[in-house]
């Protein structure tokens, strides 16, 4: 099992940035995927970026170059560096771990944190 809990969030002005940090309980292992998810009011919960444990990451085209995502396997926690926000990326920020036992897949995901981008 793996809970995870997430903070950083909070209220920026548009062009501000934020870091949100997700620490793990129990062990991550190299093979998990990390990742961020968001769901803003009224829409569907999206994936935000993914890093595996060799570093590569993938992100949502409308956050690449400004969101970084890293993770520190050694402390069990995932980042994610927000540089110039927008208002539209404001939503409920979701850690997410993702194992496969044998291929299938398990998602553990933490309570959510909420970043408000307003002026």
């Known amino acids: 099992q793996v809970q995870l809990v997430e903070s950083g969030g909070g209220l920026v002005q548009p062009g501000g940035s934020l870091r949100l940090s997700c620490a793990a309980s129990?062990?991550?292992?190299?093979?998990?995927?990390m990742g961020w998810h968001r769901q803003a009011p009224g829409k569907q919960r999206e994936l935000v970026a993914t890093?595996?444990?060799?570093?590569?990451?993938d992100y949502l085209d409308p956050v690449r170059g400004r969101f970084t995502i890293a993770r520190d396997d050694d402390k069990n926690t995932v980042y994610l560096q927000m540089n110039s926000l927008k208002t539209e990326d404001a939503a409920d920020y979701y850690c997410?771990?993702?194992?496969?036992?044998?291929?299938?897949?398990?998602?553990?995901w933490g309570q959510g944190t909420q970043v408000t981008v307003s002026s």
């Open positions: 129990g062990s991550i292992y190299t093979s998990d995927l």
């Open positions: 997410n771990v993702r194992r496969r036992i044998f291929g299938v897949p398990s998602d553990y």
């Open positions: 890093i595996t444990s060799g570093d590569r990451a």
